[in-house]
Nanobody, 115 residues
Framework: QVHLVESGGGLVQPGGSLRLSCAVS????????LGWHRQAPGKQRELIAS????????YYRDSVEGRFTISRDDDTKTVYLQMNNLKPEDTAVYYC????????WGQGTQVTVAS
């Protein structure tokens, strides 16, 4: 059975940093495209970063380019999202997603950026 469990969210001041983790079980990370999505209140869920099966050529949404970094650890089966210089508009629920012939989502973790 596949499980994706996010952690690391919380309340942070503007300009601060957080590192989100997505612990994965039941699949091999290198067999999946791994992504982080977010959904702010009243808005659609959007893709903000993704990593190909090879782990190369990460994709970033323009609004997070240069501030967020996606990575994965195949040994611990964990996907990370390092978020720096956070802004109030980054406030959202953040979701981890694994995509191949099947799609799996985590339950989400809340990130709130406020002073």
């Amino acid at each position: 059975q596949v499980h994706l469990v996010e952690s690391g969210g919380g309340l942070v001041q503007p300009g601060g940093s957080l590192r989100l983790s997505c612990a994965v079980s039941g699949l091999t990370l290198s067999d999946y495209i791994l992504g982080w999505h977010r959904q702010a209140p009243g808005k659609q869920r959007e893709l903000i970063a993704s990593l190909s099966k090879s782990g190369k050529s990460p994709y970033y949404r323009d609004s997070v380019e240069g501030r967020f970094t996606i990575s994965r650890d195949d040994d611990t089966k964990t996907v990370y999202l390092q978020m720096n210089n956070l802004k109030p508009e980054d406030t959202a629920v953040y979701y981890c997603k694994a995509t191949s012939s099947s799609i799996y989502w985590g339950q989400g973790t809340q990130v709130t950026v406020a002073s």
